[in-house]
C-alpha cells in the first residue's frame, strides 16, 4: 500500500486507483534537494534526470543502479528540461538567462536568450513540438533574487511563451497575455498546447491555473481559456499522457485532469509538488519532484491502453 502521506484520492473517476500499482508503494530516490525541478527521463542513460535549482546542480538517478550522482554542477542555476526530436538535452537556464541544448559528449549550445535584442528574464520549462519547433516559458523567477539564479531588472518587461523556429532559429513570442507562464506540455496530437500561469506568486488575487490554446497547422494560437483552476497553492510543471490526460503539480500533490478538464483524482504528497515525468521501462513509473524529494510511482502496467 502506498504510505499513509501519499495516499490516492478518486474524485470524478472512481477507477483512478486502478491507474496504480499500489502494492509497489512508493519509493523516495532522493532527499538531498532544496527545491528540486524539471525532471526528464533519458531512456539511453536509463536514467532520470532533474534539477535542484537553488544548489545550482542538475542530479541523476541510475534505474538499474538505483544509485543518484551528480550529473552537472555548475548548472546555471537550470530549472526546466527536456529532450528534442533527435534525443538531445535541452535545459532552461536561470543563472544565464538562456535556453540551451547538449549532444551527449558535446559541448553546450545556446539556442535562445534574447528576444527583439534584449536579455530573455528566465526560461522557466520548454516542450519540443514534432515539427522540432521549441516552446518555451519565460517567467521572472530567476531574476527576482538570488535563491533561483541572479537578481536583475526584466529588459523585457514582460512574460511570454516562445517558440524557436526550427528551420530559421528565429525565437518569437506566441502568447504575451500571461502574467508568469511556467508549465507548458501539448496533448498527444498536438493540437492543443496547456500553459500554466502562477501569477498569483506576483499580482493579488493573480492567476493560479492552466490555460489551454488550439494549435493549427501554422503554429497558430487560438482560444486560451482556462482549463483548470488551482485550489491548493499553484499548477507548476505538468504532462500530459498518451490518452490526453493531465497530470499536474500543486501545492498539496499531483492533480490529473480528463481531455474535458474534469479532475479524476490526485496524488496526496507530504511537500509542494513542483513538476513530474513519466519514464522508467515501459513509462510505467510517475517520477514527482516535490519540494526536497523525488518520488517514483509505479503505474500498473496497461495504464495507457
Given amino acids: 500500500m502506498l504510505p499513509s502521506d501519499l495516499q490516492l484520492q478518486p474524485l470524478d473517476y472512481q477507477g483512478f486507483e486502478r491507474l496504480f500499482r499500489a502494492e509497489q508503494g512508493v519509493q523516495c530516490i532522493d532527499r538531498s534537494c532544496l527545491w528540486a525541478e524539471g525532471p526528464v527521463y533519458l531512456a539511453q542513460l536509463e536514467s532520470l534526470?532533474?534539477?535542484?535549482?537553488?544548489?545550482?546542480?542538475?542530479?541523476?538517478?541510475?534505474?538499474?543502479?538505483?544509485?543518484?550522482?551528480?550529473?552537472?554542477?555548475?548548472?546555471?542555476?537550470?530549472?526546466?528540461?527536456?529532450?528534442?526530436?533527435?534525443?538531445?538535452?535541452?535545459?532552461?537556464?536561470?543563472g544565464a538567462r538562456r535556453l540551451v541544448r547538449q549532444q551527449w559528449g558535446q559541448p553546450v549550445e545556446v539556442l535562445a536568450s534574447t528576444w527583439n535584442g534584449k536579455r530573455l528574464n528566465s526560461p522557466n520549462d520548454v516542450v519540443v513540438a514534432r515539427d522540432g519547433g521549441i516552446w518555451f516559458t519565460d517567467p521572472t523567477y530567476g531574476i527576482d533574487g538570488d535563491y533561483e539564479g541572479y537578481p536583475a531588472e526584466s529588459e523585457i518587461g514582460a512574460c511570454h511563451v516562445y517558440r524557436i523556429d526550427p528551420q530559421t532559429r528565429?525565437?518569437?513570442?506566441?502568447?504575451?497575455?500571461?502574467?508568469?507562464?511556467?508549465?507548458?506540455?501539448?496533448?498527444p496530437g498536438q493540437t492543443l498546447l496547456y500553459v500554466s500561469d502562477t501569477g498569483g506568486t506576483h499580482v493579488p488575487g493573480g492567476p493560479r491555473h492552466i490555460r489551454v490554446f488550439s494549435v493549427d497547422g501554422a503554429n497558430q494560437l487560438s482560444d486560451g481559456r482556462v482549463f483548470a483552476q488551482c485550489t491548493h497553492g499553484y499548477f507548476d510543471g505538468f504532462r500530459v499522457d498518451a490518452r490526453g490526460r493531465l497530470w499536474t503539480s500543486a501545492g498539496d500533490g499531483v492533480y490529473c485532469y480528463s481531455q474535458e478538464g474534469l479532475c479524476l483524482g490526485k496524488i496526496c504528497m507530504p511537500q509542494t509538488v513542483a513538476n513530474l515525468e513519466f519514464g522508467g521501462v515501459g513509462r510505467n513509473d510517475l517520477f514527482v519532484c516535490a519540494t526536497h524529494a523525488v518520488y517514483r510511482i509505479r503505474m500498473a502496467h496497461d495504464w495507457q491502453a
Avoid at 528534442?84 to 535545459?91: I, P, Q, S, V, Y
Avoid at 506566441?174 to 507548458?184: A, E, F, K, W
Wanted: hydrophobic share 35%; glycine share 4%.
Fill in 49 to 94: 534526470v532533474w534539477s535542484d535549482i537553488p544548489q545550482n546542480r542538475m542530479l541523476r538517478w541510475h534505474l538499474p543502479s538505483q544509485t543518484t550522482s551528480v550529473f552537472r554542477s555548475p548548472s546555471n542555476f537550470s530549472n526546466g528540461n527536456t529532450l528534442d526530436t533527435a534525443g538531445r538535452l535541452l535545459t532552461c537556464e536561470h
Fill in 170 to 187: 528565429r525565437c518569437e513570442a506566441m502568447i504575451t497575455d500571461l502574467v508568469r507562464p511556467n508549465g507548458i506540455a501539448f496533448n
